[in-house]
């Protein structure tokens, strides 16, 4: 994912593998036409509906705008009663390295979204923790970074963490911020009323009238 992302393929796969790369394509199609954002703003719903023919169908909503698109997959597009078997004892026989490959790509995904959350709110707060807070959270940043380019799991992990601890004093800051405009707002809005003028009135009769 990226900022600004204004579309977003999905594949649909068959098979038994933790990895979609180890499975068959069923098909794919584009959810086109969606609002420019930030990252991980945009709500993608996906649903799959497998009717009594092993037809399927596949949907892509975009909780923000509606905007939907769909792919409808025929039973003979699938695989054979052989292929299934073959995938089960692939699935089996690669069963631990499956499981090692899911868990790097998870901790890779996991420190990707950290640095692009830690990079956002340094930007907008990082002006206020001090500057030896705001070094360690920079070092630690390019120290996980650099992880990143590894395919180490444990050293992903580890950097992770790090720069998890070292935003802490960030995270603080932020909520302080974010306590400080509230009370500016209460404060603005309660002078907002002490600024309302009573008065009183006197109805004045027409002595011309009958």
Known sequence: AEDNQTAVTIRVFQGEREMAADNKVLGQFDLVG??????GVPQIEVTFDIDANGIVNVSAKDKGTGKEQQIRIQASG????????QMVKDAETHADDDKK??????AKNQGESLVHSTEKSLADYGDKVGAEEKAAIETALEGLKSALEG???EDIQAKTQALAEASMK???????????DAEADAEADAAADDDVVDADFEEVKDDDTK
């Open 34 to 39: 969606l609002p420019p954002a930030p990252r």
């Open 78 to 85: 699938g695989l054979s009663d052989a292929d299934i078997e």
């Open 101 to 106: 490959r899911k868990e790097l790509v998870e």
């Open 151 to 153: 395919e180490d799991l």
């Open 170 to 180: 960030l995270g603080e800051a932020m909520y302080q911020a974010a306590q400080a």
